[in-house]
Nanobody
Framework: QAQLAESGGGLVQAGGSLRLSCAAS????????MGWFRQAPGKERDFVAG????????YYADSVKGRFTISRDNGKNSVYLQMNSLKPEDTAVYYC??????????????????WGQGTQVTVSS
């Protein structure tokens, strides 16, 4: 069964850190770009970060630049999101996603074909 499974979410105080993990199983991973998105209640799912399949290129939403770091380990079929200096406005469900084959990293959800179930991140003030 093809799936992406996120973990590492939780409740943290403002200024704190969390590290999200996403493990792929039953689907190709190493040759695909990957992304992280987030969705707050009542809002659209927004791009957070993306990483090329070689890990030599990374992209970030302006709102998280300098605070979040995306990385991957193709040997473990996993992608990570290190989140530092968290703010209450970072509260959302975070999703990892696999980019469609042959497409560049995009900020739109249509560019991704597999999604995890999401992990809740709550930042208290």
């Amino acid at each position: 069964q093809a799936q992406l499974a996120e973990s590492g979410g939780g409740l943290v105080q403002a200024g704190g850190s969390l590290r999200l993990s996403c493990a792929a199983s039953g689907l190709s991973f190493a040759n695909y770009h990957m992304g992280w998105f987030r969705q707050a209640p009542g809002k659209e799912r927004d791009f957070v970060a993306g990483i090329s399949w070689t890990a030599d290129s990374t992209y970030y939403a302006d709102s998280v630049k300098g605070r979040f770091t995306i990385s991957r380990d193709n040997g473990k079929n996993s992608v990570y999101l290190q989140m530092n200096s968290l703010k209450p406005e970072d509260t959302a469900v975070y999703y990892c996603a696999r980019a469609r084959w042959g497409t560049p990293i995009t900020t739109g959800t249509i560019g991704y074909d597999y999604w995890g179930q999401g992990t809740q991140v709550t930042v208290s003030s």
